[in-house]
Each structure stands twice: as structure tokens, then as C-alpha cells.
């Protein structure tokens, strides 16, 4: 079983829509949570960071995490053709991993059409 | 200034071929990485450079050789690399590795084929 678990998608939904992107994970050390956003051909931008369980809103943006059942969320409102990419959750906070190391999701890839 | 620059942007090269990859930040962070992502894949950590000192090696290939000048810069040299080395390398940087709660900026990356 993989650390953690994210569903590649592709998803594709409206302008407008509501969307919701979820990982799981296995580790229960892990305390710090995040969402990267991630254009082709391009790296990653930080988007979403969250410590522990509880919600965190940045404009249409939410993060969620709940830690009793190992599941982080990222809801997008209002949807637009720019937030098309692909969105990696990521994790750390387990003091046996390697310095600095974040553990990805595969990621999910979005397309918001016109 | 979250911008952490990486050049080139785009590199072609040949099995034989001798090339660096080049990664600059200027936020005083003092852990660099090098993560290498193939495509609809997650990024791969392959090197942590944690106050210019090497702190990891991910059974990483010799035909990778990181190099950290200074706290600025990273490079990663390349040589003899073989076809399913193409991907894209990105670097990122964090504050402090020794944090838990570290967040990682990434570079641009830069898009490696060969040949």
C-alpha cells in the first residue's frame, strides 16, 4: 500500500462547478498537509497548507483534513478554465522520513471547460 | 520573493553529452532539492542539500552529481545519461530542513530529453 492515495482522474467538470479533490494516507504521523497546483510542463505551486486536522479557506479555495479517518480534501468554488492542471496533495511531518522529504499523490488531473 | 529559478528551461542531449542543470533562490533558505518527475507521475526526490552539505542520496545513479556552491545555488551535472533518464528535473528549496513543517517552492524545471 502506497503512503498515499490519490485518484490520477482526469476530471472534468463546467465553469462554475463546485470541485472536490481528496487523498488518503496510511501514515498517522503525519501532521502537515498540502496542495500544489501543477500547469504542463511546469513545477508545482504551492497552493493549500494546512497543520493537522480542521479547515482552511484562501478565496475559492478550502483544504480540509481529518486525521481520524486519513482523508485531506481541497475543494474549488466557482470553478474557472484556469484552474485546469493537475492538483498533488502532500504530506510530511513523519520524523523518521528523510529531512525534508514530502510524500506526493499521484495527482489529479483537472480540466474546468468553458 | 517566493521565486526559485531554474535554467535551462528546456535541454536536448546525447547519451555521451556532458550537461548541468542550474537552480538559484535568493529567499535564505538553506535546503536545496533536486526532484526528478516523469510524466502524469509525482516528483521523485533524488538529492537534499541541507546548509550546503549533501544530507541524502537516494540510490540516485552516478550519472547524477549534484554540486552546491554556495546557499544560492544548486547545481546537477549530468553525464552518460541513458533515454529513460528524460523527465522533468525540478528543484525546490525550503527555510529550514530541520522544521517539520517545511514548506517546499519549486522551480520551473527544467525538461530534459536525450537522445
Known amino acids: 500500500q502506497k503512503e498515499v492515495e490519490q485518484d490520477p482522474g482526469p476530471l472534468s467538470v463546467p465553469e462554475g462547478a463546485i470541485v472536490s479533490l481528496n487523498c488518503t494516507y496510511s501514515n498517522s504521523a503525519f501532521q502537515y498537509f498540502m496542495w500544489y497546483r501543477q500547469y504542463s510542463r511546469k513545477g508545482p505551486e504551492l497552493l493549500m497548507y494546512?497543520?493537522?486536522?480542521g479547515n482552511k479557506e484562501d478565496g475559492r479555495f478550502t483544504a480540509q483534513v481529518d486525521k481520524s479517518s486519513k482523508y485531506i480534501s481541497l475543494f474549488i468554488r466557482d470553478s474557472q478554465p484556469s484552474d485546469s492542471a493537475t492538483y498533488l496533495c502532500a504530506m510530511s511531518g513523519d520524523r523518521g522520513s528523510t529531512l525534508g522529504r514530502l510524500y506526493f499523490g499521484r495527482g489529479t488531473q483537472l480540466t474546468v471547460w468553458p | 520573493d517566493t521565486e526559485v529559478t531554474q535554467t535551462p528551461k528546456h535541454l536536448v542531449m546525447g547519451m555521451t553529452n556532458k550537461k548541468s542543470l542550474k537552480c538559484e533562490q535568493h529567499m535564505g533558505h538553506r535546503a536545496m532539492y533536486w526532484y526528478k518527475q516523469k510524466a502524469k507521475k509525482p516528483p521523485e526526490l533524488m538529492f537534499v542539500?541541507?546548509?550546503?552539505?549533501?544530507?541524502i542520496n537516494e540510490s540516485v545513479p552516478s550519472r547524477f552529481s549534484p554540486e552546491c556552491p554556495n546557499s544560492s545555488l544548486l547545481n546537477l551535472h549530468l553525464h552518460a545519461l541513458q533515454p529513460e533518464d528524460s523527465a522533468l528535473y525540478l528543484c525546490a528549496s525550503s527555510q529550514d530542513p530541520l522544521l517539520l513543517n517545511e514548506k517546499l517552492f519549486f522551480g520551473s524545471g527544467t525538461q530534459l530529453s536525450v537522445l
Open positions: 542539500y541541507s546548509y550546503e552539505k549533501l544530507s
Open positions: 494546512t497543520y493537522s486536522s
